[in-house]
């Protein structure tokens, strides 16, 4: 089969297929573009499992594009507190308020307009585009990719925007009238639940017979990437400041990594116990003394943080910090997964 053949034939394989084969997922309940928007951008980089309690809380928080607007934006930022990458909560208060202020909270119904509001790209602009209003416009994303490259034995290496841009644009040509919508939802599906990247379960494919890859056995061969670059290392001291039975958090500033969020206080370098005491000295928190040392990892896209945290216990509540319990800490603050790590141990001593 030509290239041209190959993507002609997808709507009419993979829309019986999604018909039978399709998950029930709480987004696919709705065509409302305020609830597919926001399972969309939650499906970024976040596996579908992970995602439906924190869609269903969210979304019963905010029921609408209005509610979100008006939130309280630490409320947003704790609701997605361990989703990650959380710029994507800020992004979507943002538009929701543009939306909201502009729009009277209506949703632009083309793929190009949608793309030009905050935290949407292409790909979040074609799955709206198309699920919520039946325009021919096309959603690649990893998945989309993976599954093209296979079927078309394409060995450039995927990362390449012109490779992108030129599987969109030749989807955008195929998508069924009328089935566009279902045609997006059946090409997610096919990479999440057939064409997966380690194991793709081609035997109950439904475009095996046509898969150059799978003619040729050599799957696996696909999608070529180019080499990552290695992830910078950095070390950092985390100071669990306690003073009957409240730690120290404070805020992070408003930009950079986790901007906004809380955090315990930290400091760049690994400290040797005593520096670290002395430290929290330096913040006028009074320490008697070194209760226990614990290390920590977190990988975040392109740094790795190793982390030593120091509990210290102290005698005075700094006015540099907010003091708050564990259980306070876990309920309101909206601290992510690097410092959680440390709240979460602190539990169980
Ligand atoms: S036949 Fe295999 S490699 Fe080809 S699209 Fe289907 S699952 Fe992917």
């Not at 997966?196 to 799978?214: D, G, I, N």
């Not at 690994?270 to 226990?292: C, G, N, R, W, Y």
Request: net charge neutral; charged share 25%.
């Amino acid at each position: 089969m030509e290239q041209n053949e190959i993507y002609a034939a997808l709507p009419g394989v993979l829309l019986p297929w999604y018909e039978k084969n399709a998950r029930d997922l709480p987004w696919r309940h709705t065509k409302e573009p305020y609830r597919v928007w926001v399972s969309e951008i939650m499906l970024q980089q976040t596996r579908v499992e992970a995602v439906i309690g924190y869609y269903e809380r969210f979304m019963e928080a905010f029921p609408t594009v209005q509610a979100l607007a008006e939130a309280d934006e630490a409320r947003v930022l704790k609701l997605w507190e361990g989703l990650g990458y959380y710029s994507r909560a800020r992004n979507l208060q943002k538009t929701a308020k543009l939306l909201t202020e502009t729009q009277n909270g209506a949703f632009p119904d083309t793929a190009e307009a949608l793309e030009k509001l905050p935290g949407i790209g292409a790909y979040t602009a074609g799955a709206v585009a198309s699920i919520c209003f039946e325009q021919p416009a096309a959603a690649v994303d990893g998945n989309v990719l993976r599954i093209i490259m296979r079927m078309t034995a394409d060995g450039r290496p995927i990362d390449l925007p012109q490779v992108k841009k030129e599987i969109g644009e030749a989807l955008c040509k195929v998508y069924p009238k009328g089935h566009c919508g279902a045609f997006t939802q059946a090409l997610m599906e096919l990479g999440a639940c057939v064409c997966t990247p380690k194991s793709p379960k081609c035997e109950v494919c439904p475009t095996q017979s046509f898969c150059r890859a799978y003619t040729a056995g050599n799957v696996t061969k696909y999608p070529v990437k180019r080499p990552k670059a290695a992830k910078k290392t950095e070390e950092r001291t985390v100071l669990l400041l306690e003073c009957n039975g409240r730690f120290a958090v404070e805020k992070r500033s408003k930009t950079g990594l986790l901007a906004g969020l809380w955090q315990f206080p930290n400091v760049p370098q690994k400290l040797d116990a005593q520096i670290a005491v002395q430290t929290a000295q330096s913040f006028h928190t009074d320490p008697k003394e070194l209760m226990l040392e614990t290390h920590k990892t977190h990988i975040f896209t392109h740094i790795r943080w190793e982390m030593t945290g120091y509990v210290i216990r102290c005698n005075a509540m700094s006015e540099a910090f907010t003091w708050a319990s564990l259980a306070e800490i876990e309920h309101d603050f909206a601290l992510p997964t690097a410092f959680r790590q440390f709240s979460d141990e602190l539990k169980t001593l």
